[in-house]
């Protein structure tokens, strides 16, 4: 049975659409005009058991919505989900048990609360034994590094400190399932690195099946094999990360290192794509897929060229461009 699996899922929201002006508000108030916002269209894809799934998309591809109805938190307004074998918005006991959502943007932890006790109320919640319960806060504080920050209260905690016990909060009852929702957000280089290390060795010794979604790709190049591309509410794309590139990355990157790079080379040079950087010595040039190798063959006759580099377009760029089209 895969982990998760969805079919057709749809998410329409009604949303109020107010009218400009002040003549507006007077017949807004007479006539409400509704605006119908599909915020997940259709969506399909099967995640096997252990799977650490990347999913990505531009700013209101439909992500959070697509995690919420996993969660149960929101109805869909059509097709189907089962997660574990359950319907999450059925909202099932056992099922409750075998989750854990994590909203980067939100906290969910009890703002006046020392840390510990904050996870203590969960463990309780969820009926976790005290020994177990200690076992895990100290090895996953640890891990996260905060272990000694756990008494202090989760107002005054900073922002990396709070998700690092967000992380540890949802994972106490051991979920066989993780949302992750943007867990590095606003988090500086050392805590993202910190998060992902932690989480990739989490799902490596748990099996937990982690779907996750993040703009930072790389927490996605680190962590994810598989990705799933969102965008206006429809899957895009569904595949291994690196076949991102060889589908949608439509330039390589070549490098012309020459003793003399003068401004008329660099017109020369613009003919056969964007030079996109120059340092003393080379140059740097954007060029078309089905253009590398004659411009190659030109590059070389034409220019004392001491060496050349061909390389991919990095993968942050490829996803730039996907999510601007
Ligand atoms: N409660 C709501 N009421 C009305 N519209 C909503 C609601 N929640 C989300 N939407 C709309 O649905 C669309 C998808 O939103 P969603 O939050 O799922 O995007 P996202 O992919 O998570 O984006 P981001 O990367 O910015 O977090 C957006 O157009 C958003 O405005
Ligand atoms: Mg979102």
Not at 59 to 64: D, E, I, Q, R, S
Not at 297 to 316: G, S, T, Y
């Amino acid at each position: 049975m895969p982990a998760i699996a969805v079919s057709g899922l749809t998410k329409t929201f009604r949303t109020y659409r107010k009218q400009p002006g002040f003549s507006g508000a007077i017949r807004g108030l007479i006539r409400r005009t509704y605006e119908q916002v599909i915020a997940v269209n259709e969506v399909s894809f099967i995640i096997e058991p252990g799977e650490l799934v990347g999913f990505l998309g531009p700013n209101g591809a439909g992500k959070t919505t697509t995690l919420k109805m996993l969660a149960g938190l929101l109805y869909p307004s059509g097709g189907q989900a089962r997660v574990l074998g359950y319907v999450p918005w059925e909202r099932h006991n056992d099922y409750r048990r075998q989750f854990a959502l994590v909203l980067g943007q939100k906290n969910q932890l009890w703002w006046d609360l020392p840390a510990r006790e904050s996870l203590e109320l969960n463990a309780r919640i969820y009926g976790i034994p005290a020994d177990r319960f200690t076992r895990t806060v100290a090895e996953m504080s640890e891990l996260l590094n905060v272990r000694e920050k756990l008494n202090v209260s989760v107002r005054e905690l900073s922002l990396g400190e709070r998700m690092k016990m967000e992380l540890i909060a949802s994972l106490l009852h051991q979920p066989k399932i993780l949302l992750l929702d943007e867990p590095t957000i606003g988090l500086d280089v050392v805590s993202q690195k910190i998060v992902r290390e932690f989480l990739r060795r989490y799902n490596a010794t748990h099996q937990t099946t982690i779907l996750l979604t993040s703009h930072y790709m790389t927490d996605i190049q680190e962590l994810c094999r598989r990705v799933i591309i969102i965008d206006h509410g429809r899957i895009f794309f569904d595949g291994q990360l690196s076949d991102v590139v060889d589908r949608f990355a439509d330039f390589k990157l070549i490098t012309i290192h020459c003793d003399d790079t003068e401004v008329a080379l660099t017109d020369q040079l613009a003919r056969h794509g964007e030079v996109v950087e120059k340092t003393p010595g080379s140059i740097k040039l954007k060029i078309k897929r089905d253009r590398v190798i004659p411009a190659c063959k030109a590059l070389l006759d034409d220019l004392p060229v001491r060496d050349i580099d061909i390389e991919e377009v990095p993968i942050e760029d490829v996803i730039r461009q996907i999510f601007a089209r």
